[in-house]
């Protein structure tokens, strides 16, 4: 049969209708928890089978969108990628995002991007410091390091593992002090009110890490949107996943592409994309830095920047992805209510997690504090923390459950400052990061803490198996 584009398209479709039905029966356990016609998932076993903390899901759409971009074969970042990056900033409303490889290397990129000479007087250079939280993932604190910045870590809320913001004024250092970078923990929004009149009154950066909150709200506006940048990650316990990937999300200046692009791309001047040349027009005509004039522009690097693009095959995964996005959002604050609801005779054992700006929790929904503001949390996790008063202590429980097939987590990497890598940073060099006060809350969450899963993949008999496995093990005591 000779080769002509009508037999080309025939057989990708063939292709595709294989791979669809391929996905259908061998990813049957990764089909959305709340999906209609529960014959379509294995058959969940009491005990046996394992509930994920977290974990991808998709159906054959995704399988077909990662198929067809293969067998087009493009692979490097390229139009799946631009789609989605439109489509990703659509949906958050903001000016544009810039696709990346990892939640991790968002995060190395938006505080990387502070440091642009672009950016004027307001650029940050080494020594200078950014406010951060003491406990939380490691990855919203590195790159602060990894830029010879200076962390100055203040304490979490246990109640809502976020920032304490009344520490802020402690924190700040005139002359010194120029950013702010904290995550929404566990998608709850952090008290974005106060972040962002701190930051306007000190006119300071703000970058929201929001990697474990897509499509929580904040007075109604999506986190996110109300940083100067902020990140997100696409890792499979994340609320959509491209296997791999993450975004820096630009809320309002566009200055910002170019440099977030430039130290995504090597650090380069040039901002052609993958495939093409000479956008500008002037390729063979710029004189920049000491170089001779009319140096190929496409070699010229105004930053020391970093290869974190990711493959456009991850790119139409995502858009797949982003269609189903609201209905994991809702799942997952579902999930949370059903556990929250299922678990409520618990609470003489463990202290339960509040949205910023609540003031308590009842069957009929939670009440709120007098500031007026009020949050919607898309739960990453549902957090467990036992309370110094009860029975058994929390390493006791976490090996209950893992011993019953329940996956579970503690808040990241705890109290930060306690792990091993800043011990000993502390005794190498003290200067290099700052603490406020005792980090008593950090330590609380270090010591007390854990959480178990809200993610869409989770069915009505796993989330009745995990309230019945708490339930009877506090009924021992």
């Not at 791309?265 to 000479?278: L, M």
């Amino acid at each position: 049969m000779s080769t002509t584009p009508s037999n080309v398209a025939t057989l990708k479709a063939e292709i595709l209708r294989l791979a669809r039905e391929f996905s259908r029966q061998a990813h049957g356990a990764n089909r959305p928890g709340y999906e209609a016609g529960a014959e379509r998932h294995p058959a969940f076993v009491a005990g046996q089978t394992t509930v994920p903390y977290a974990g991808r899901v998709f159906t054959e759409d995704e399988v077909e969108a990662a198929v067809s971009a293969t067998l087009d074969f493009w692979l490097t970042l390229g139009k799946e990628g631009e789609a989605f990056e439109k489509k990703l900033a659509a949906f958050l409303g903001i000016k544009t995002s810039v696709l990346c490889n990892s939640g991790s290397s968002a995060n190395l990129l938006a505080v990387s991007a502070l440091s642009s000479p672009r950016l004027g007087n307001r650029r940050l250079k080494p020594g200078d410091e950014i406010i951060t939280v003491a406990a939380g993932f490691p990855t919203t604190v590195a790159p602060i390091l990894q830029n010879a910045f200076v962390p100055v870590f203040i304490d979490n809320d246990p109640r809502t593992l976020n920032a304490r913001v009344e520490q802020l004024n402690e924190a700040y250092r005139e002359g010194k002090t120029k950013a702010i970078i904290m995550a929404h923990t566990l998608g709850n929004p952090f008290n974005l009110s106060a972040a962002t009149e701190f930051c306007r009154k000190h006119n300071l950066w703000l970058i929201e890490d929001n990697c474990d909150a897509l499509g929580c709200t904040y007075d109604g506006r999506f986190t996110g949107t109300f940083g100067d940048l902020s990140t997100q990650s696409f890792y499979p316990p994340h609320h959509m996943t491209l296997g791999e990937g993450g975004a820096v999300n630009i809320v309002q200046s566009l200055k910002f592409r170019a440099i977030v692009e430039s130290f995504r791309d090597w650090g380069r001047d040039c901002w052609c994309a993958s495939g093409k040349d000479n956008t500008c027009g002037k390729r063979y005509d710029w004189q920049l830095g000491d170089l001779p004039k009319g140096y190929d522009h496409k070699f010229i690097y105004s930053h020391f920047g970093y290869n974190l693009k990711p493959l456009d095959i991850q790119a139409a995964i995502g858009q797949v992805q982003l269609e189903k996005l609201p209905r994991f959002i809702q799942a997952r604050i579902d999930n949370w209510d059903y556990l929250r609801r299922g678990l409520a005779d618990c609470s003489e054992f463990f202290e339960f997690m509040l949205p910023t700006h609540a003031s308590g929790w009842t069957p009929d929904g939670f009440t709120w504090d007098a500031s007026g503001h009020k949050t919607v949390c898309s739960w990453f996790g549902f957090m467990l923390r036992v309370k110094t008063s009860a029975p058994f202590k929390k390493f006791e429980f976490a090996r209950h459950l893992d011993q019953s097939k329940i996956g579970n987590r503690m808040l990241f990497g705890g109290n930060l400052v306690r792990q091993p890598v800043l011990v000993q940073l502390r005794k190498d060099r003290p200067e290099s990061f700052r603490v406020v006060g005792d980090l008593a809350g950090a330590d609380q969450i270090m010591n007390e803490a854990l959480f178990i899963g809200t993610y869409p993949g989770l069915t009505r008999p796993m989330l009745d198996y995990v309230v019945d496995t708490v339930c009877a093990f506090v009924k021992r005591y």
